[in-house]
């Protein structure tokens, strides 16, 4: 099986990708373990799901008479939102470090197995920032020449993702744009 692997063309390429899989699943399993399946994880998401339906039916209905207590109310809703989505994201770090762990042992493992070698061909020549990404640890001056790190990079961010989608495991609608640090209110009083 070995043999045959390395004797196809892209199988420097197909072997990355491959690993990049692996260790997505990996990850994915690790956090499933560690934050998915807990109570707490459960009703962090329920309560962030409850928060961002009712904000949205509140801020969608028409003028009422009381415009004052109708703010009051979608801004404690919205503090209520900020203050779950911040927990959910506490909750997020201990899965964090291990599957941060577990990915630099991975790329560690990578980067010694093709230390110096052009595993895969792009097929453009990219920007300069690009290229000192694409190009990095690999001798020669060809610009379409892609290195593991590159497509290592690509690979986990886009299957890791889309894995979480298909999971169910992507952060609910109203936490989407929140995180451990929000961007400050742009309201005007």
């Given at each position: 099986?070995a043999?045959?692997?390395?004797?196809?063309?892209?199988?420097?390429?197909?072997?990355?990708?491959g690993?990049?899989?692996?260790?997505a699943?990996?990850?994915?399993?690790?956090?499933?373990?560690?934050i998915?399946?807990?109570?707490s994880?459960?009703?962090?998401?329920?309560?962030?799901d409850?928060a961002s339906k009712?904000l949205?039916?509140?801020?969608?209905?028409?003028?009422?008479?009381?415009?004052?207590?109708?703010?009051?109310?979608i801004d404690?809703?919205?503090?209520t939102?900020?203050?779950s989505?911040r927990?959910?994201?506490?909750?997020?770090?201990k899965?964090?470090?291990?599957?941060a762990?577990v990915?630099?042992?991975v790329?560690?493992?990578?980067?010694?197995?093709?230390?110096?070698?052009?595993?895969?061909?792009?097929?453009?020549?990219?920007?300069?920032?690009?290229?000192?990404?694409?190009h990095?640890?690999i001798?020669?001056d060809?610009?379409?020449d892609?290195s593991?790190a590159?497509l290592?990079?690509?690979?986990s961010?886009?299957i890791?993702?889309n894995?979480q989608?298909?999971l169910g495991?992507?952060p609910?609608?109203?936490?989407?744009?929140?995180?451990?640090?929000?961007?400050?209110d742009?309201?005007i009083?």
């Amino acid at each position: 099986m070995a043999t045959m692997l390395s004797s196809l063309k892209y199988s420097d390429s197909l072997t990355v990708v491959g690993i990049s899989f692996c260790t997505a699943f990996l990850c994915e399993g690790i956090s499933w373990l560690l934050i998915y399946r807990t109570s707490s994880y459960k009703s962090l998401r329920s309560s962030i799901d409850k928060a961002s339906k009712k904000l949205e039916t509140m801020k969608t209905e028409g003028p009422s008479s009381t415009k004052k207590s109708k703010t009051k109310k979608i801004d404690r809703v919205e503090t209520t939102l900020k203050e779950s989505t911040r927990d959910l994201s506490l909750s997020k770090f201990k899965s964090g470090a291990v599957v941060a762990v577990v990915l630099f042992v991975v790329f560690g493992f990578l980067n010694s197995m093709f230390e110096g070698k052009s595993i895969a061909k792009l097929p453009f020549s990219p920007a300069n920032l690009v290229q000192k990404m694409s190009h990095r640890g690999i001798p020669g001056d060809d610009p379409t020449d892609c290195s593991m790190a590159f497509l290592y990079f690509l690979c986990s961010i886009s299957i890791r993702t889309n894995l979480q989608k298909f999971l169910g495991f992507s952060p609910p609608r109203g936490a989407a744009n929140a995180g451990l640090f929000p961007m400050p209110d742009q309201k005007i009083n």
